[in-house]
């Protein structure tokens, strides 16, 4: 495909380090508190390099977003993020004032001189990772940050001149670990952010915080809290004139996040980094997800793929349901062949609701989205046998 004829798609970075790893993550990421800056730029051009040759040396790639995500970009300094510009710069065009460019940061590693430079590169789009305002919830979450840290971050990044502010908080916290979730989505309104992600806190088995679960050291909530949470915040937010407009974010007028809708309405996005996914041309493509692999990969000029496949019909079917239906522009029953009796039930339970031949889940339907989803599927497989 030429690039005149390919849409701007969604372009993903992803830095693969972190000062230190969380008690709960399970993403790709190497501890590093000065990460090998020059190195990893030195791999995305491996990674840029590779992508030329598969897309047949498109020239420039018109893109409609950038995310530079992590692992800790803010760990990249003015300096870091800087460099990355002149390196994508020269693969990717994009519209100065039309691209939204997001960059994710931890409070403790977001400074000033740092978010003044990376606006005036043309970032425009925080997401701060400050999970909880509460000292006591941040230090059992394994974080650096205290309260006090992550309120003064966002106050740094809107001093640079952000006023597209996203902050990450995290819910479903065991009952013993003292903390008010009502307060801290308080707090973050009170701070003036434009938009809210709130996920639920899992306990992945291979994590510090699955080892304790297993041994029985701590105890995940009960299912109730969980969804007693979740549903404060759908309340606490809308009470604020955030509008949920995915099953765990939550935007003012004007500021949702444009990169997430491309992964949603599966339309193309091409990452770059450690573990990054990639969907063009129809093919999905993804890269080895450890940062010493990718990086002995790319310094010894092999392959930085670790794997790629061209989704079936099936594969589609399942993919077009769980995206259609994570977000509040739901599914068209007419496009998907969906008959309305299927998902009567659903809305007679409270979990869906119906317009103008569009299906919707609602909070409670978000809250069992994955059983929902499966089921469906499994209708419309039979059908087609
Ligand atoms: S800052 Fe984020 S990516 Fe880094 S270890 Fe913590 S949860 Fe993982």
Known sequence: MSENRRPPLALYI?????????????????????PPVDEWLACLARDMLEWSEELGDPGPIRVDTIFVGGGTPSL??????????????GH????????????????????????????????????????????????????LHDAVGAAAAVERARAAGFENLSVDLIFGLPTG?????????????SLGVTHVSAYGLTAEPRTPLGKLVATGSVRMPEEDQYVDEYCNAVNILSKHDFKQYEVS??????????????????????????????????RRIWNVT?????RDAAKSGSSVREGRETPTRADRRLES????????????????????????????????????????????????????????????????D
Not at 258 to 282: C, D, F, K, T
Not at 359 to 377: F, N, S
């Open 177 to 189: 670990v003292a903390r008010s979730w009502g307060d801290d989505l308080e707090r973050a309104v």
């Open 321 to 384: 349901l769980w995206l259609g239906l994570r977000t509040r522009r739901g599914i068209d029953l007419a496009a998907h062949a969906i008959e309305a009796g299927l998902i009567r039930h659903w809305v007679a339970e409270g979990w869906a609701a119906m317009s103008d031949g569009v299906l919707c889940l609602t909070p409670a339907g978000w809250l069992r989205m994955d059983g929902l989803v499966a089921e469906l599927d499994s209708r419309l497989a039979n059908d087609d």
């Open 92 to 143: 990717f065009e994009w519209e100065a004032g039309q691209v939204e460019w997001t960059v994710e940061a931890n409070p403790g590693s977001l400074t000033l001189d740092a978010a003044r430079r990376w606006r005036n590169l043309g970032v425009n789009r925080l997401s701060i990772g400050v999970q909880s305002f509460d000292d006591g919830a941040l230090e059992w979450l394994g974080r």
């Open 76 to 89: 990249l300094g003015g300096a870091g993020m800087e460099s990355l510009a002149e390196l994508l710069a």
């Open 249 to 282: 974010n939550f935007a003012l007028d004007g500021y949702e996040c444009r990169h997430n809708w491309h992964y949603w309405i599966g339309s193309e996005y091409l990452g770059l980094g450690p573990s990054a996914h990639s969907l063009v041309e129809g």
């Open 290 to 294: 450890q940062w010493s692999a990718y």
């Open 14 to 34: 992803h830095v693969p380090f972190c000062v230190r790893r969380c008690h709960y993550c399970d993403f790709a990421v190497t501890r590093s508190a000065e």
